[in-house]
């Protein structure tokens, strides 16, 4: 099991695919690890060396102290790319994944080719909303929030479709440790990047989940508005659309990624 070091700690990363082929990050959501990109390794691998990460605080990764911050999420990307002496790649990056690449984007913009920024807004939630799920994990742990989660994530169509596929997600969000998940809902809510995603240059593609309640469309639309020159594409979904439809997801990512 691979680990790269970063401040304060370490990040667990996986490689898949030629290591002759351009390099693309897939950054994983809160409450999730690695793992959630398994549907997507099979084609991406064929055009792309895949590098998937644990973020800070999730997987086999470090649960390092105290509040987590946008900056520091993506720098560590940063320490991740130095430390595998990579210089140029591509992004793809889901709920806080997506803020991650919005940060690279305008703060490391000479790193990254394209970005593909999934389920995610310029600011996500509010801070009341933030506090309260913080202060239920804080109380009861991450279990105790699952089933609410859940709903969120998929679609009732979904979970009744592929019920053994909502059970693993499950598993690997009630697996998630407090503290970690409670740092980076600090990150999420101090993060607001509206005045600023106007001045991303690198080739963009948004995507949303129709029946995302978490991120909602208008906010994938409008960060699409906002990135000059930005792609949008709408998945009849919830917020893991990679999850919930693998295929018309992978297939548009990669016609964005490779054309």
């Known amino acids: 099991m691979p680990f790269a070091?970063?401040?304060?700690?370490?990040l667990h990363y996986r490689l898949d695919g030629s290591?002759?082929?351009?390099?693309?990050?897939?950054?994983?959501?809160?409450?999730?690890?690695?793992?959630?990109?398994?549907?997507?390794?099979?084609?991406?691998?064929?055009k792309f060396h895949l590098l998937r990460y644990d973020s800070r605080g999730h997987g086999a990764s470090s649960v390092s102290p105290g509040d987590y911050t946008m900056e520091g999420l993506a720098k560590d990307v940063l320490a991740l790319l130095d430390h595998l002496e990579l210089?140029?790649?591509?992004?793809?990056?889901?709920?806080?994944?997506?803020?991650?690449?919005?940060?690279?984007?305008?703060n490391a913009p000479e790193r990254f080719n394209?970005?593909?920024?999934?389920?995610?807004a310029a600011k996500i939630g509010?801070?009341?909303?933030?506090?309260?799920?913080?202060?239920?994990?804080?109380k009861n742990g991450v279990r105790s929030i699952s089933d609410a989660i859940l709903q969120r994530w998929f679609t009732p169509a979904f979970q009744q479709r592929e019920p053994g596929t909502a059970a693993r997600v499950r598993k690997m969000l009630e697996e998630a440790s407090d503290e970690g998940y409670v740092a980076t809902c600090a990150a999420i809510r101090a993060a607001d990047f509206r005045s600023d995603v106007p001045r991303i240059r690198s080739k963009t593609f948004v995507i949303?989940?129709?029946?995302?309640?978490?991120?909602p469309p208008a906010d994938g639309r409008w960060l699409a508005k906002q990135v000059p020159g930005s792609q949008?594409?709408?998945?009849?979904?919830a917020h893991l659309s990679n999850i919930e439809l693998p295929q018309p997801f992978s297939e548009a990512v990669l016609k964005f990624l490779v054309s």
Not at 19 to 44: C, E, K, R
């Open 5 to 10: 070091p970063a401040e304060n700690g370490q």
């Open 19 to 46: 290591p002759h082929l351009p390099v693309l990050v897939l950054s994983n959501s809160l409450g999730t690890d690695h793992s959630m990109w398994d549907a997507q390794v099979p084609s991406f691998a064929q």
């Open 87 to 106: 210089a140029t790649v591509s992004f793809c990056g889901l709920s806080v994944g997506g803020m991650v690449g919005q940060w690279l984007g305008l």
């Open 114 to 120: 394209k970005l593909v920024l999934c389920s995610t």
């Open 126 to 138: 509010n801070e009341e909303s933030w506090n309260t799920r913080i202060e239920a994990v804080k």
């Open 208 to 215: 949303s989940g129709t029946h995302d309640v978490a991120t």
């Open 232 to 237: 949008y594409k709408e998945f009849d979904a």
